[in-house]
């Protein structure tokens, strides 16, 4: 599977995903979560969705080599899973009998993988010949 295709999949999925979780919170967790919880519940949803997208671009960036474009990747899928999924476990945290709240600083790491895609996005940009 040509790493262009790999993107545009995964990038598919978690819109889809994000879409699905974001209307389970806005209908299912409504009168379950507080507010705050259910607030984060959607950061987390708001930023999968940001970073699909962001996947979808840079699948399109003609500048890009196969090499560059699959490290951006995996520096995304990453950062969505550590940034997004432990905010999901965070904010539904009261709902279920195990405490992960010592997830917390997996958030933090999983933002830095994030900025760190769009860092090195800006570096590939500045450096490009085309």
Known sequence: MSMEKKIFLV????????????AFAAHGLRNTLTTTSLESFQTG???QMYHAF???VVGLMPQL????KGRLFWLTVIGIVL???SIYLLATNALTPIDVAVLG???HLGG??????W???VGYLYKSKK
């Open 11 to 22: 990038a598919s999925i978690l819109g889809l995903v994000s879409v699905i979780l974001g």
């Open 83 to 85: 940034f997004s999924g």
């Open 105 to 107: 600083p997996i958030t």
């Open 112 to 117: 830095v993988f994030l900025i760190s895609a």
């Open 65 to 68: 080599t196969p090499a560059q």
């Open 45 to 47: 949803v708001r930023y």
């Open 119 to 121: 860092g090195v996005l």
């Open 54 to 56: 962001f996947l979808f």
